[in-house]
């Protein structure tokens, strides 16, 4: 399998811009999480998905914040607008159902917002 | 709310010591534990998990080993090399939240030549 896939790897745009990011899971596992990392806070979690369902997304921001995942292989976090304080670099991992909950890690797509 | 310390945030070593980096988490009902390393600018690649029931993991030159009653961790690099220089994250995944991982800030490690 080729890992977490995600895109764009690098995203550059101006405040008030909608901005996707868009994250293929490993094929087979039935969780998927978006997180968010920042020199001043660390990696958080923002959402994650059970089965293409939300369970549960209190970590996201605020109401510019939104994910969804279609289907199995495809997720996407969108902001609208941004903000030059979302500025991060936002992973999505995925992982199966049972056995050691182990997550694995895409590649992140590091944001600016100027 | 679990909280995950990681001291020292940065150390600096000479090429073939042997070193240990310390992970401590607030709440011992944890499910597992898992260091990850991340190089600049680059994702996080997981090295070794260990489950709540087990009390050390080895990979390599990598040994790491787990508390659960005192809430730590170490993660122990035997001699060093300069391809070892990145940033260790460890996270643990509590009981009442099987789903989310919390985080460490990091120790960036350099290992020089």
């Known amino acids: 399998d080729a890992g977490v896939i995600q895109s764009p790897r690098h995203e550059v745009t101006e405040m008030g811009q909608e901005v996707t990011l868009r994250c293929k899971p490993i094929?087979?596992?039935?969780?998927l999480f978006w997180y968010r990392q920042t020199m001043m806070r660390g990696l958080e979690l923002l959402i994650y998905?059970?089965?293409?369902?939300?369970?549960?997304d209190s970590g996201m921001p605020e109401d510019r914040f939104s994910a969804k995942m279609p289907n199995a292989s495809f997720s996407t976090l969108k902001i609208q607008p941004s903000e030059p304080r979302d500025s991060a670099v936002y992973f999505c991992?995925?992982?199966?159902?049972?056995?050691?909950?182990?997550?694995?890690f895409g590649p992140g797509t590091r944001l600016t917002v100027t | 709310k679990q909280e995950v310390t990681q001291i020292p945030a940065a150390l600096s070593v000479p090429e073939g010591e042997n070193l240990v980096l310390n992970c401590s988490f607030t709440?011992?009902?944890?499910?597992?534990l898992q260091w990850f390393r991340q190089d600049p600018g680059k994702g996080l690649t997981s090295l070794l998990l260990i489950q709540s029931s087990q009390r050390e993991q080895t990979s390599g030159r990598l040994n790491a080993s787990l508390d659960k009653s005192s809430g730590r961790s170490t993660l122990y690099i035997a001699a060093s090399q300069p391809g070892d220089s990145a940033t260790y994250l460890c996270?643990?995944?509590?009981?009442?939240?099987?789903?989310?991982?919390?985080f460490g800030t990091g120790t960036r490690l350099t290992v020089i030549p």
């Open positions: 991992a995925s992982r199966t159902g049972t056995g050691e909950y182990e997550q694995y």
């Open positions: 709440d011992s009902a944890i499910y597992n």
């Open positions: 996270a643990v995944t509590s009981w009442a939240g099987a789903n989310n991982l919390f």
């Open positions: 094929s087979g596992h039935d969780y």
């Open positions: 998905f059970n089965n293409n369902v939300p369970i549960d």
